[in-house]
């Protein structure tokens, strides 16, 4: 079992391109055999508040279209993040593309101070995926500003959690020693996607991770690069590859 986080830059708006970026990584996981590959919080759009809505991206959109159709050749699940309109109300959320066809949507249940003037928190689009013998579930950003949201994982059974996030340069260290602590408290192993570069008018805080289940740090990028985490799950132990953008290309990190 393979399992890789991409750490990309977004530009808000620009989705064409940003989408360019999503599938040159996805590229990259598929050429390594992953089975899944996570993208941070909004990746598709860029994170955004007040320009959510007039950017909200539905499953008939050309870029999921395009997404679906390179899950299924790739056979990879595909994670990514946009704001998502669901009965006209409006989520940050998380679309989980399956090599079958099948999509899901995930949508954040607990929102940053300031996000709830544009957005709607649902504990309702909470689904769980089965990867091998990993049952796997997911959160965004804030999620993991809430014990509970962990908690809730365990009580499913989740032996994986995959938090996708925007953290910025001077909370990304908070959010590492947290997700550190849930990784040992709930006996699973996390893997966590975060940008580089700026973004929202800061500087994001890269060092997207993987932690065992013990809490253990197996893997980190660095905080300033776009890169890929992939981990594989060989019996009980994992391995890194750590892989960064330099020249236009992604070079394996020692």
Partial sequence: MKIASAQIESKVGDIKENLIKHLEMIDIAAQNKANLICFPEMSLTGYCREEGRELAIKESDEEIIKLKEKAK????????GAP???DDKLYIGSFILNPNGELEIYTKQ????????YYSSSFDYNPTIQIADEKIAFAICADIDSPQHPIDAKRNECTLYL??????????????????KYAKENSFSVLMSN??????????GGKSSFWDKNGEQIAELPPNEQGLLILEKQQNNWTKKILVKEENALQQKI
């Fill in 195 to 204: 940008y580089s570069g700026e973004l929202w008018n800061m500087e994001a």
């Fill in 84 to 86: 998502i309109e669901i």
């Fill in 110 to 117: 607990y929102l940053h101070l300031g996000e709830e003037v």
């Fill in 73 to 80: 050749a790739d056979n990879i699940i595909i994670v990514v």
């Fill in 163 to 180: 938090p996708s996030i925007f953290f910025s340069k001077k909370g990304i260290d908070k959010g590492l020693h947290l997700l550190s």
